[in-house]
């Protein structure tokens, strides 16, 4: 199974920017879905990106157009880059592969802390 690291993450102010990176230890091309999971303290989990095949990408309304998904098979990373931080985007910020559109699958990233406050 593959095993994700994520980093990029830590404090800015509202109206800052932040790029993660999701580092996997296995070529990242059998995932046709790869997605961002964000969980505030005392809330769920919720994705806040996915990227499938053909590239096609999703975000909730909280953050489109705000948040972008990319990837890069060479160097077997994903990533979000995350403009216009709100306060309300403090959270850890988490890595999936190979989930479906509704669900995330077992293999998680330990996760990266995104702080945003003046």
């Known amino acids: 199974q593959a095993q994700l690291v994520e980093s990029g993450g830590g404090l800015v102010q509202p109206g800052g920017s932040l790029k993660l990176s999701c580092a996997a230890s296995?070529?990242?091309?059998?995932?046709?879905?790869m997605a961002w999971y964000r969980q505030a303290a005392g809330k769920q989990r919720e994705m806040v990106a996915r990227?499938?095949?053909?590239?096609?990408?999703y975000y909730p309304d909280s953050v489109k157009g705000r948040f972008t998904i990319s990837r890069d098979y060479s160097k077997k990373t994903l990533y979000l880059q995350m403009n216009s931080l709100k306060p309300e985007d403090t959270a850890v910020y988490y890595c999936?592969?190979?989930?479906?559109?509704?669900?995330?699958?077992?293999?998680w990233g330990k996760g990266t802390l995104s702080t945003v406050s003046s």
């Open positions: 999936n592969f190979g989930g479906t559109y509704t669900s995330p699958s077992s293999i």
């Open positions: 990227i499938s095949s053909g590239d096609y990408t």
């Open positions: 296995e070529s990242i091309r059998r995932f046709n879905n």
